[in-house]
């Protein structure tokens, strides 16, 4: 989070990822002045970790924290990657209700996979 590229937004978000290996890889939000382009923290780690470590990447689970103390759950686009490597993943964040911990599949219903 203290690593966020926030300037537009000024809303800093970071994200942990525990692997199956039990490694914990962190990323930031990136934003961009062509506001579209930005990347949220989840999917900073998540691209980080399998430039890392490669292909093989399976998440057990991902935490998310931001710099105001404001619930923020994954967005729909972070949502459907986080589920592509980890469909067992399980999802910390901070939701209206306090701190929740989710399945990635209660937080996104029959996602995309292709055949
Ligand atoms: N953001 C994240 O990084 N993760 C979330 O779960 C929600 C939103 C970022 C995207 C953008 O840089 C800023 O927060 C405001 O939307």
């Known amino acids: 989070m ?11 978000v970071g994200a942990a990822l525990l692997t199956a290996k039990d490694e914990i890889i962190s990323g930031c939000n990136v934003e961009n002045a062509s506001y579209g382009l930005s990347n949220c923290a989840e999917r900073t780690a ?3 970790a399998m ?9 057990k689970a ?6 105001q103390g404001v ?3 994954p967005c729909g686009a972070c949502r459907q990657v986080i589920y592509e490597c980890g469909p067992e993943a399980i999802v910390i964040f901070q939701s209206a209700n306090g701190w929740k911990e989710s399945p990635i599949t209660e937080l996104l219903p029959e996602g995309f996979r292709l055949q």
């Open 2 to 12: 203290q690593h966020a590229y926030a300037p537009y937004s000024h809303f800093k």
């Open 46 to 48: 998540i691209f980080s």
């Open 51 to 59: 430039a890392q470590s490669g292909p093989g990447l399976v998440i």
């Open 62 to 67: 991902i935490a998310v924290v931001n710099d």
């Open 71 to 73: 619930p923020c759950s």
